[in-house]
């Protein structure tokens, strides 16, 4: 019989009839009937298919290079913190059958200890992790029912792929790190409570699909890629240093801080503040918030191109860029904040975009606000205007407007009623009573 190399291997089990016996090398007796108490004792291995209908007790290592099936009613506990579960490639957690249904037998791990995947594991019951769990690269996890993570320090780590279409909850000191692939199915439920933190780390993928739910009251830090099919409500803090996708809502009153990287709002996003410290912020979506973007942070009004509405305030030192690809609604970008536009220094850039020049009065209507502050104090600059042409503000309709020839360069950019914005902003009074 095959196994792993272990010492002083010793497993007692406790039968249902309270007699307890002694055996080596593999979990008996298989299967383990309900209502009989298997105690590993010592370091052990697993090397054939098991089957569990009672109760399973670890005070030490388990190594499972087969298939173990945690049936329904059935209870894996993992104690001490020095007892491991090593879950091994070919063996199963419990068993799913038939691949891609999900239709998993029942039963409850409890894991006090440290548990290792390199396998699959399948949950139908109850999955509770108050120390460690790791699924490791090629390893694949998969929850139906509930996943819980909780006291000081427990950590659940992903390094391979993992799918939920239960409940998955990590309580107050919890922490959810994932570096692989974690997908919130349809019906799949994330609740991460105050003082929880969950990182989507460098490299990881974590989808939140449609039909799917993050409610978080606790941290969400994001260096890989989140894309939003579902919907994210955070009541917390949620950081992005990576890719944020949103193609469908999120939600709450908590605050969003991006230092780098990109968020793009193609649906809907409501926070209590947003900061664009670094990176892009963009999309075609509603942003329900006040917006600050700082220096060196970007507001792209559009998609390449489109049009982006703020339903609050905008305060930017940072830059606004606007890409223009042709005169007919939809080929030009546009920025509507339905509030205040503070500048407090800060650039606007107008970017020409696929191959498109314009002609001598052409014009644009880019950036509609209420109000305005600061417009004097903004810097501007294009790119892919063409060769004998020049922009300007046109006080009649507020708008940017090309020229048949360059300004001069001394020629001072400032306008009546709009200081210095050369044209691309227009108080839409009248379009917003």
């Not at 410290?277 to 559009?302: D, F, H, M, R, W």
């Not at 940017?400 to 360069?409: D, H, N, T, Y």
């Amino acid at each position: 019989m095959s196994k792993r190399k272990v010492l002083f291997v010793l497993l007692v089990a406790v039968a249902f009839a309270g007699t307890p016996f002694v055996v080596h090398a593999q979990l008996s007796p298989n299967p383990n009937p309900s209502g009989s108490e298997i105690i590993v004792a010592s370091s052990e291995g697993n090397s054939e298919d098991f089957n569990n209908y009672g109760d399973i007790e670890l005070n030490a290592g388990l190594g499972t290079g087969g298939r173990l099936t945690n049936n329904a009613g059935a209870m894996l506990t993992n104690n001490s913190s020095s007892a491991v579960l090593d879950i091994n490639p070919s063996s199963v957690v419990p068993v799913i059958s038939p691949p891609g249904s999900y239709t998993l037998p029942g039963g409850s791990l409890f894991n006090y200890g440290t548990v290792g995947n390199y396998g699959t594991v399948g949950n139908a019951d109850v999955f509770y992790n108050n120390s460690s769990f790791t699924n490791y690269l090629g390893g694949y996890v998969y929850n139906g029912l509930s996943l819980a993570t909780g006291s000081a320090s427990a950590l659940l780590t992903n390094n391979g792929t993992a799918t939920n279409s239960g409940s998955v909850y990590n309580y107050p000191t919890g922490d959810l790190e994932n570096n692989g692939t974690w997908t919130n199915a349809v019906f799949g439920y994330i609740f991460n409570s105050s003082g929880g933190i969950m990182n989507n780390n460098l490299g990881g993928i974590m989808n939140i699909n449609s039909g799917s739910s993050l409610v978080s009251n606790g941290t969400i830090g994001n260096s890989g890629t989140m894309t939003i099919n579902g919907t994210v409500t955070s009541y917390g803090s949620m950081t992005n240093s990576g890719t944020v996708y949103d193609y469908n809502t999120i939600a709450g009153t908590g605050t969003y801080t991006q230092p780098a990287g990109l968020t793009k709002v193609n649906g809907t996003m409501t926070q209590g503040s947003i900061d664009i410290k670094g990176g892009i912020l963009n999309g075609t979506g509603t942003i329900i918030a006040s917006v600050i973007n700082e220096a060196p942070g970007t507001v792209q009004a559009g998609d390449a191109p489109g049009t982006l509405t703020i339903k609050g305030n905008l305060t930017s030192s940072g830059t606004l860029l606007f890409e223009i690809e042709g005169t007919k609604s939809g080929q030009y970008s546009v920025l509507n904040v339905e509030g205040t536009a503070t500048f407090t220094g800060g650039k606007i850039e107008f970017d020409f975009i696929n191959g498109y020049i314009p002609s001598p009065g052409n014009s644009w209507d880019l950036l509609f606000y209420k109000s305005i502050v600061g417009g004097n104090t903004l810097g501007f600059t294009e790119i892919g205007l063409g060769p004998g042409l020049g922009y300007q503000f046109n006080p009649a309709n507020g708008s940017l407007s090309v020229s048949s020839a360059p300004l001069p360069a001394t020629l001072p950019l400032l306008g009546t009623g709009v200081l210095g914005l050369l044209g691309i902003m227009r108080r839409r009074k009248s379009r917003l009573r």
